[in-house]
């Protein structure tokens, strides 16, 4: 398959560009523009309604997948009371608050790496969330198989591993991006029918941040462009950031004016 498609071509650097509709002004509809139009028609062939009480789980899972995007990866290190190491990839994965610091993700029961990262976690060895880029995302996508309990997913990935401070777990020392977790809370997820866990959304705490220094930028924050972040679409697909837009948060003193001049 991937004979058939372009190369890939890396992130060089991020992106900014106007706004879609950078003419845009208070109370005004999409049929201003042209594409905004075009949108507009597309409704007219109508709406699907699904009923996601009712709907088969493998259906829903795969329009959930495809419509909630694009989603962050959390590669989420672990380590067992046993001592075994594990790794896996995540994509229900974001930051809640930042006071306190937590990020959380989501870990389904489907699978064995699932379960394990789970259990690891609620042993109490702390975990770690590492932030995958371009140049080492199949690395990190081989961890998502299944192995065994007892087997680690390092060996498979070619990725190393750094000691942390504050946790068991390690981190990676490919990412730029890493951050060492205490488990915050773990509320598992409960089938409405059958009492079942479905899947367990992990929060964790946030005790230390590991950022390379070539990624920060003359702010002091990351520059996505130098971090090269990856985003996962529906089915198999990744998706990689390269170019974004402003939109500024007007104060209301100024959208009231606006409205009124309408």
Not at 12 to 17: S, V
Not at 136 to 143: I, L, S, T, Y
Not at 210 to 229: A, S, W
Not at 250 to 256: I, L, N
Request: hydrophobic share 35%.
């Amino acid at each position: 398959m991937s004979s058939e498609l372009p190369a890939f071509s890396p992130t060089k650097e991020f992106k900014y560009t106007e706004s879609p509709n950078p003419g845009w002004n208070f109370g005004q509809g999409i049929e201003t523009t042209a594409e905004g139009r075009e949108w507009a028609e597309g409704e007219k062939a109508g709406w699907k309604i699904v009923d996601a009480s009712k709907e088969d789980s493998s259906k829903l899972y795969s329009l959930l997948l495809t419509g909630i995007v694009p989603r962050p990866v959390a590669f989420v290190s672990t380590i067992s009371p046993e001592g075994v190491e594990n790794i896996a990839p995540f994509s229900w994965f974001n930051q809640v608050t930042f006071n306190p610091p937590v990020v959380s993700f989501s870990s389904a029961q489907g699978s064995q790496a699932a379960k394990d990262t789970v259990r690891n976690i609620r042993s109490g060895t702390g975990f770690t969330v590492n932030i995958i880029s371009e140049p080492w995302v199949e690395q990190a996508n081989a961890c998502s198989t299944s192995a065994p309990p007892d087997v680690s997913e390092w060996p498979l990935s070619g990725l190393t591993k750094a000691d942390s401070i504050h946790v068991k777990a390690p981190r990676v020392k490919e990412s730029a991006f890493s951050m060492e977790c205490e488990l915050f809370q773990a509320i598992d997820i409960h089938d409405q029918t059958t009492g079942e866990v479905t899947a367990t959304l992990v929060l964790g705490l946030i005790k230390y941040i590991h950022i390379r220094k070539d990624v920060i930028n003359d702010r002091g924050t990351v520059d996505p462009g130098k971090l090269k972040p990856v985003a996962r679409m529906g089915g198999l697909a990744y998706a990689k950031v390269s170019e974004g837009y402003i939109l500024p948060r007007r104060p209301w003193a100024e959208v009231k004016d606006a409205i009124a001049n309408n």
